[in-house]
């Protein structure tokens, strides 16, 4: 079963303009990491937060995680045409990875 | 280069003939695993392997086997291919359980 869960499902949104996208997950975790994926190809590691950090940022990129409400968020701020791929959140189960379905974005021109 | 590779990229084959998916990776990580991606479904988990000679089950392993003998190579192995098995599958690998996966470009499958 997945163990994370984004929202929303697809974005769309305008050069320039942030982009928000959340996971929520059910148990306990270790670390919270997202990735990226263009179309087709294999996924690349993004962000990696710890249950006991709040924030991180990398580049255009921050991550909150709330751990009381099981949630994540990622920001990419003054997004580019490039960022249009899907972004996955993925927890760690004891012994494996999971991911969620994805938010499928689109960065219009 | 660090990388994960995974060969073939592209098979299609037919109901019932073995095949076999091939991993390997050069960054001596301990931790290997083979997810499937299917439109809606995001990726879910077929096998996983803490260390050499070591795999469990991830949530969908029903129709597929893995080894680890060496550190490096992570082979699955779909013993009676079905058409359900049609999917893209990728191998991905990290330090160990918990680090950022290194993803391998995918196999995209079809099973006729």
């Known amino acids: 079963s997945q163990q994370g869960e984004e929202d929303p499902q697809a974005l769309s949104i305008q050069e320039g303009e942030n982009a928000t996208m959340n996971c929520s997950y059910k148990t306990s975790i270790n670390n919270l990491q997202w990735y990226r994926q ?5 996924l690349v590691h993004l ?6 950090e709040r924030e991180k940022h990398s580049g255009r990129l921050r991550v909150t995680l709330d751990t009381s409400k099981k949630s994540s968020s990622l920001l990419i701020t003054a997004s580019r045409a490039a960022d249009t791929a899907s972004y996955f959140c993925a927890t760690q189960d004891p012994g494996d990875m999971r991911f969620g379905a994805g938010t499928r974005l689109t960065v219009k021109p | 280069e ?7 990229r592209y098979l299609i084959t037919v109901t019932g003939k073995k095949l076999t998916v091939t991993c390997s990776q050069n960054m001596n990580h301990e931790y290997m695993s083979w ?42 192995i779909l013993e009676s291919p079905s058409p359900n098995q049609t999917s893209l599958y990728f191998c991905a690998s990290s330090l160990e ?14 099973v006729t």
């Open chain 1, 38 to 42: 263009n179309s087709g190809r294999g």
């Open chain 1, 47 to 52: 962000i990696l937060i710890r249950s006991n």
């Open chain 2, 2 to 8: 660090a990388q994960v590779t995974q060969n073939p």
């Open chain 2, 35 to 76: 997810y499937r991606q299917d439109p809606g479904l995001g990726l879910r988990q077929i096998y996983y392997s803490m260390n050499v000679e070591v795999t469990d089950k991830g949530d969908v392993p029903e129709g597929y086997k893995v080894s680890r003998k060496e550190k490096r190579n992570f082979p699955l």
């Open chain 2, 97 to 110: 359980i918990g680090d950022r996966l290194h993803f391998g470009n995918g196999t995209r499958l079809t």
